[in-house]
Each structure stands twice: as structure tokens, then as C-alpha cells.
């Protein structure tokens, strides 16, 4: 438990700025999700706070003094790493108690294994803590891999897309269970996705980061509603926001190059003339694609509508949001 | 009908490759059969003509590999009192007494000792330097692999000479040490490389997420780093093991003394008291156990194969 902050940090592979200039702070106890298309520099972040690199220039504090000297071990942080997770030559329970091992522990193996129990538990994976690392689904390995990061008590969580590789049903338990810990324990999380879900139900801060820029940090409430760019706007929101050029409905601020309509921002009634193609029923919502002159648009309507494709329907915008040419929010 | 599987070959598939595999065997395992069977039959049987498949088996071979006789008149061997043990009556079969005991056992410890002592070495230097060159930045990294790989590019033999004279003058002809270092020098090069392969292919995800975990990076070699390149070091063990255990020309060139091993000793077993074939092929089949019995030992890490399994793309 402790406040994260990365000042100017910069790391470069070769030619590839992996991370430019990075400055952010993770408050104690704050749950932050890194956003950013494939990459944008999000395992490099965690890499360089768990002590696995160097950066080339910047500094990384963990509860107020700076940990560039340290060793991983000795920045007392967990990581659930993106790739390779579980020991192959180690059971389950091997796996799970390998942390707690650590010379820097020195725990007697009677608290051990209640841990494993606890976490296996919690992860669902109490029946296979027999099994080699091996033997297990791609669901199983990325739990157990969870779980050796939840055994331990470090200063900060470090998950790199622990999720990705489960089902539906199990992510969203597994997104409650990871919600919770964090609540009891107070612990700080900084926490790499690429669900929009995930971002929004668990953050209470999100970065977004693109080609290895941190371009906007904030709540989840403010990225979505108060985008700094295009870019941004576009990481949150399903469907994704409508980008039209800024006159598609007349008139338009003075430097604004495109305008932003949220599909919820839509509104069906008056307005421009617009032909749906096609009504998508998700069963709690459905979405209307139109063709609005040469654009296409997407809008969200009540679950039961009656609208059926080929019709003709007149829309305007309802909280738009103003871009200029760089692509800069400018209201 | 059972069902077509990609993996699992066919009745007529195993069929096949099992009578391939079996002939395959008979006819290298012959010799070696003939060798042992040799080992255990009376000096007159070994050299009977047409060969004798079937004998009444005489431990006499290697009663006379281990021990040195000598011939006494009919009317002495008659004086004496009777044989106090098998091997004892063994040899006054044939008009003979013990008078002590040969240097095979203590050419055959020195081969153990040799052997396996230059393989440890070899293994331990191999993995450690294998490590550096796998994970850490040395400069001139490709250049020393290169010099490395190049003293296995001549055969040793011909630096025998300037070997042969260095040793000589510091001292360590004829001494265990200087036959370990002799092939932990010479299997270096392959131990490293053969290494380097194995520990290249082990992700260094592992070793980040045990130092992450609290371990430091020794800890995290030895934990996690070791056992997964286990198969790798068995088998680099056993090539090791075999080529130190094998060397004949440097043993002869070398070691006369104390620490003559095996091999150069074997053949002199044929010229005492005509040619005594049981006694070599005793010799033999009790020469070929250690890397056999080593080989089994390490059978499960050859088999096992290398994990691939627990990585998650
Ligand atoms: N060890 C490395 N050597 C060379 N380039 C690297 C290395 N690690 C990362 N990079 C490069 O740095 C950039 C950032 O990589 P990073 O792994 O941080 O992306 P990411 O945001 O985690 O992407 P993803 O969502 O695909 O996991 C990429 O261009 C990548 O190719
Ligand atoms: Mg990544």
C-alpha cells in the first residue's frame, strides 16, 4: 500500500520510443487502469515500476523515495505478467506458494498453506492445486497466476490483462473478487486492459496512453466525458463515438474540425434526415447503424422500438463534442 | 474400426517401427553380447572353433582380471593345504596360485574419478558461463562463443606434444587433477554450447517473475533456471561422461602410474600369460556399467523434454 509516482519517464528499445515522458501519480489505495491500443507502452510502464527495466531517463517512487537502486525483490511489488505466467516445472500449489517462500519472508509452511487455500478459493482453483503448472486450461494458468500475485502483501499490484483469457461469467466474478480485495485491503492496483468494462467498473482512475505518451489521466467518469482528444474519446464507449466533420449539422464553433457524438448523444425526432441500414437488438438495448448523407452513424434507442431498416428518421446532435484539425478537444 | 488420430500412430505404424527398432538393436547389441558372454567362459571355450554359443558359465575371467598368478610344479601345488575360497580353487585349476591382487581395480577408480570428475566440472563451469551468455550483456559476446567453439576445431591430439611437455613441466603428468583438467578443457566448449542452447530456450519471464516474487538472481537461477534446463544438463552430462571415460591417446600419453585409467590398461590384460579373452571381456563388461548405470539414472530428465507448456500467448 503506497502512493506510485513516474516522473518524466522515459524508455527507449533501439530505435522504438517505448515510453515517452511519462508523468503520472498513483495514489495510495487507487485503482488505476492503463488504457492504449498494443504498443502504446503499458507492460513497458509496469516493467519499469516492478524493477524488470531501466529507464533511460525519469524517476519511479514508491511511497515517496525514489526505487531506481532497488531490485525487484526489494521494491516488494507483485506482478501478474501479460505472457509467461506459471512455473512449468512446479505444481498448483508450488506455483502458489513460491512467493511466500521467498527467503525474504521466511514463513512457517503451516501460514502457507492456509494462504494458498484462501486465494485457491477465492480464484476457483482449489480442486486442481495438485496439478503440474502443465496440465491446466489457459483460464486455469492466468488464475493461478493471479493467485501468486494475490498470496503476498506487497506495497502495489501490478496485473498486465489478467483477465483476458477467461470466459464471460468467470471475468465478471473474477472483476468483482479483484474489486473487493482492493476495497478490504485498501491496496493500490495499476492494472492493464483492454476492456472497456473493466476500465469503467474497477478504475477509480484511468491513464491513457498512446505511442508511449500519457494522454489523459483522470476518473473514468471524466476520460468519458471530458476527452481531452479524438483519440481518447474513441479508447471508451461501445459502440464507439460518431466522428463526422464538424459541419454535418450546420453550424459549428469557429476552429472546430469534427464534431463527436457519443451514440447515447443522439438524439431521434427532428433534425437532419437520415436512413437506418440496419437495427441491431442486443435484448437491454438496440442500436440503430444510419447513413446520414455520405456518413455513417451509430445511435442507441429503447429496447422495444419499432424502427425497422429502410426507414427514414431525422436526428440531431445532443452534447456534442468540438475537435479541431490536430484532433485537440476544443468544447 | 477406432477412429484416425494424428497423434496416435496406427497398429501397422507401431508394428513397423518396432521391428525396425528390434533389428536395429540385435545387430549393435551383438558384440556387445559376444563380449560379455566372453567374459564368462573358460580361456579354452573363448577360443574354441566353431565359437561356442552355449557353455557352462566360469566366473575365471574375472578372477584372472583382478588378481596377478603364478605358475607352481605339480608336486608343490600338491604340498600345499587345500583352497580356503572359490576364486582360490579357480586358479589352482589350472596349476596356479594367487600371489596379489592386479591393477584393474585401481585403474578402474581412477577412470571414476577422472571421469566423473571432469564431468562435474564441466557441468558446473558449463552452466554458469552458459547462464552469462545467455542472459547478460558481455561484450564480445559472439567472438567468445566463436573461441570457445574453435578448440574443438582440431583434433586434441595434435596439441599432444605441447600438452605432453607443459605438463611435464608443471608437474601434473600422471595426476588425477591434471587428467580433470585435460577434459574439462577439452568438453568446455561443447558444455557451453550445448547449454547455452537449453537455457536460451527458457523464457526470462520465469527468472523476472521469481525475482519479482522476492528471490535474488542466484536464488532465482537455482530455482527456477536449473530445473527447467535438467534435460539439457543430463544430456550434456553423458557426452561429457563419455568422451572423458573413453579417451584413450591422452591416457596413454599421460598416465603411466597413479592415475592411469581404464583404457589404456585394458589391452595389457591380453599380453600376461598368453591371451587371456575372458579376462578382457571381463574387463570390458565391467568398463562399460558406469556410463550405463549413469545413463539410466538420468533417463527421466532425457525423457521428460522441455516444457513448452505452461506459457500463456
Ligand atoms: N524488449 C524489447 N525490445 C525491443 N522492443 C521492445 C521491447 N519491449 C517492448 N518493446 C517495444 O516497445 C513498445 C511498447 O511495448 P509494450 O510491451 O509496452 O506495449 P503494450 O502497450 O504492453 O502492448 P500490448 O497491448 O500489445 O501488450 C512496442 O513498440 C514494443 O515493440
Ligand atoms: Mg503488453
Known amino acids: 500500500m503506497a502512493e506510485v509516482r513516474l516522473s518524466n519517464l522515459s524508455k527507449s528499445f533501439g530505435a522504438t520510443k517505448a515510453l515517452s515522458d511519462v508523468t503520472m501519480t498513483i495514489p495510495d489505495g487507487a485503482f488505476v487502469v492503463l488504457l492504449g491500443p498494443t504498443g502504446a507502452g503499458k507492460t513497458t510502464t509496469l516493467r519499469l515500476i516492478a524493477g524488470l527495466d531501466r529507464p533511460d531517463a525519469g524517476d519511479v517512487q514508491i511511497a515517496g523515495a525514489s526505487v531506481l537502486g532497488d531490485t525487484p525483490a526489494q521494491r516488494d511489488v507483485a506482478m501478474v505478467f501479460q505472457q509467461y505466467s506459471l512455473y512449468p516445472h512446479m505444481s498448483v500449489r508450488d506455483n502458489l506458494a513460491f512467493p511466500l517462500r521467498s527467503p525474504v519472508l521466511n514463513l512457517p509452511e503451516a501460514e502457507i498453506d492456509r494462504q494458498i487455500n484462501a486465494v485457491a478459493g477465492v480464484l476457483r482453483i482449489s480442486h486442481k492445486l495438485d496439478n503440474k503448472a502443465t496440465q491446466l486450461s489457459g483460464g486455469e494458468m492466468q488464475r493461478v497466476s493471479i493467485g501468486r500475485a494475490l498470496v503476498r502483501n506487497p506495497r502495489i499490484y501490478l496485473m498486465d490483462e489478467p483477465l483476458s483469457s477467461l470466459d464471460a461469467k468467470l471475468r465478471a466474478e473474477l472483476r468483482i473478487e479483484l474489486k473487493r480485495i482492493h476495497a478490504e485491503m485498501g491496496a493500490t492496483f495499476l492494472y492493464v486492459t483492454h476492456d472497456q468494462i473493466e476500465a469503467m467498473t474497477m478504475a477509480t482512475h484511468v491513464g491513457v496512453l498512446d505511442a508511449g505518451r500519457l494522454v489523459q489521466f483522470g476518473t473514468p467518469r471524466d476520460i468519458y466525458d471530458n476527452p481531452h482528444n479524438i483519440y481518447v474519446a474513441t479508447r471508451l464507449g461501445q459502440p464507439r463515438i460518431n466522428i463526422l466533420p464538424a459541419t454535418a449539422f450546420g453550424q459549428a464553433p469557429q476552429t472546430a474540425a469534427h464534431i463527436g457524438l457519443r451514440p447515447e448523444h443522439i438524439a431521434v425526432g427532428d433534425g437532419q434526415a437520415a436512413t437506418i441500414r440496419r437495427v441491431e437488438r442486443l435484448g437491454d438495448q438496440t442500436r440503430l447503424h444510419l447513413v446520414m448523407g455520405s456518413h455513417d452513424l451509430i445511435t442507441l434507442t429503447d429496447a422495444h422500438t419499432s424502427h425497422s431498416a429502410g426507414e427514414t428518421v431525422h436526428i440531431r446532435p445532443a452534447n456534442p463534442l468540438w475537435f479541431d484539425a490536430a484532433g485537440q478537444r476544443i468544447a | ?313
Open chain 2, 1 to 313: 474400426m477406432s477412429a484416425y488420430s494424428i497423434t496416435e500412430p496406427t497398429l501397422r505404424a507401431k508394428w513397423v517401427a518396432g521391428s525396425i527398432v528390434v533389428l536395429y538393436a540385435l545387430i549393435t547389441l551383438l558384440p556387445l553380447v559376444w563380449i560379455v558372454l566372453t567374459g564368462f567362459k573358460t580361456p579354452p571355450d573363448s577360443i574354441s572353433y566353431p565359437p561356442k554359443v552355449i557353455f557352462s558359465p566360469s566366473m575365471e575371467g574375472y578372477v584372472n582380471l583382478f588378481t596377478t598368478r603364478s605358475r607352481i610344479a605339480a608336486d608343490d601345488l600338491a604340498a600345499l593345504p587345500p583352497p580356503e575360497t572359490w576364486y582360490d580353487q579357480i586358479v589352482r585349476d589350472r596349476d596356479m596360485v594367487i600371489v596379489g591382487p592386479s591393477k584393474f581395480g585401481e585403474r578402474f577408480l581412477n577412470s571414476v574419478i577422472i571421469g566423473f570428475g571432469s564431468t562435474a566440472l564441466s557441468i558446473i563451469l558449463g552452466t554458469l558461463a552458459a547462464y552469462a551468455f545467455s542472459r547478460f550483456r558481455v561484450p564480445l559476446k559472439d567472438d567468445l562463443l566463436f573461441f570457445i567453439l574453435s578448440t574443438r576445431m582440431m583434433p586434441p591430439i595434435a596439441v599432444a606434444i605441447p600438452i605432453f611437455l607443459m605438463y611435464r613441466s608443471l608437474g601434473l603428468s600422471d595426476t588425477h587433477l591434471g587428467m580433470i583438467l585435460l577434459y574439462t578443457g577439452v568438453n568446455i566448449s561443447l558444455a557451453v554450447w550445448l547449454l547455452k542452447g537449453f537455457i536460451d530456450e527458457i523464457p526470462r519471464e520465469y527468472e523476472e517473475a521469481a525475482l519479482i516474487d522476492g528471490y535474488t538472481r542466484f536464488q532465482a537461477f537455482r530455482k527456477v533456471v536449473l530445473p527447467q534446463a535438467a534435460t539439457g544438463i543430463a544430456s550434456t552430462a553423458i557426452f561429457c561422461l563419455i568422451f572423458a571415460w573413453n579417451e584413450y591417446a591422452f591416457a596413454v600419453l599421460l598416465t603411466s602410474g597413479t592415475a592411469q585409467t581404464a583404457p589404456p590398461f585394458i589391452p595389457t590384460i591380453i599380453g600376461v600369460g598368453g591371451q587371456d579373452w575372458p579376462a578382457v571381456g571381463a574387463g570390458v563388461t565391467l568398463f562399460l556399467l558406469p556410463v550405463m548405470i549413469f545413463t539410466i539414472l538420468l533417463r527421466k530428465h532425457l525423457l521428460r523434454g522441455i516444457t513448452f507448456g505452461a506459457v500463456r500467448k
